[in-house]
């Protein structure tokens, strides 16, 4: 059963950086697509990016295209988020999802993955 755990989280000045970890254990990665969403209180939970299986399909929020960056790296189980120029509006929880795909597919709908994490807390204030 695969297992998802999200961290790099944390409080950050508006211009900073942070990058989130999705680390995957009881199962490969190699074959899942992987999107992060994130959460802010009050509001409806939302894509921010996504990667396909072999990293070579990406996609990126209009919010954040331009200051984040996804990447994975299968040999060790675990997908990244650079999380660049951060603004006050990017505070939420962010959470990783999984969903076995095929090939260069992967999305930014949250119901079509089936693997959450619990999700790391990212905190952008002064």
Known sequence: QLQLVE???G???P???LRL????SGSTLAHYAIGWFRQAPGKER???SCISDSGGS???ADPVK???TISRDNAKNTVYLQMNSLKPEDTAVYYCAARIAPPATATLIPGWYDHWGRG???TVSS
């Open 21 to 24: 970890s999705c680390a995957a």
């Open 15 to 17: 211009g900073g950086s």
């Open 58 to 60: 990406t996609n990126f």
């Open 46 to 48: 939302e894509g921010v």
């Open 120 to 122: 790391t807390q990212v």
């Open 7 to 9: 961290s790099g989280g």
């Open 11 to 13: 409080l950050v000045e």
């Open 66 to 68: 331009g200051r984040f």
